[in-house]
């Protein structure tokens, strides 16, 4: 311990003689040091005013890129808008004809059927007109026979009448 206590002093005293012997310090810097600093000073501003210059390049044109981002955002809205609309339109014309054109296919079927039912019945039709008119003219050869038995039993009527009236005008003048 004894031993500690004097390495302990001769170190105290060398750090002393040490601070005797170098030279006093200068309370501020030299003027070299000065010059350097201010030449360091003056590259430090021109580097950052040459960076602030790429800077605000940089930021005006990522401002131009922000700017057309939202441009075409917007747009795109609108766009996205208009297909929309038109999109609902397509699809309310397309069912709007859809069901026109099935009305229209339904409609033509019950036409197409009525009209197979009523040519069917028109033949049946003229079939049946055929056979009245055949009947007619078998009527009209009978009316016309009976016409001709007629007019002959008419004229025998008329001839005994002519006969019996001048034979009774006969016998009242005799009386």
Do not use: W
Request: net charge negative; aromatic share 4%; with cysteine.
């Amino acid at each position: 311990m004894a031993n500690a206590l004097y390495l302990l002093a001769l170190l105290a005293g060398a750090s002393l003689l040490d601070a005797a012997a170098a030279p006093p310090k200068k309370d501020g810097p030299s003027l070299d040091d000065y010059k350097a600093g201010q030449a360091k000073k003056a590259e430090d501003a021109s580097a950052a005013a040459a960076n602030d210059g790429k800077m605000a390049a940089v930021k005006k044109v990522t401002d131009m890129m922000e700017n057309l981002q939202h441009q075409v955002l917007e747009e795109g809205e609108k766009e996205a808008a208009t297909y929309d609309k038109f999109a609902c339109f397509c699809k309310k014309m397309t069912n709007e004809k859809t069901k026109a054109i099935s009305k229209g296919k339904t409609a033509k079927g019950d036409l197409e059927a009525s009209i197979k039912k009523l040519s069917t019945e028109r033949d049946n039709l003229d079939k049946k007109i055929s056979g009245l008119n055949a009947d007619v003219k078998a009527a009209e050869k009978a009316m016309a026979k009976l016409q001709g038995t007629s007019d002959e039993a008419l004229a025998l009527y008329e001839k005994n009448e002519a006969d019996l009236s001048a034979a009774i005008f006969g016998v009242t003048e005799a009386i």
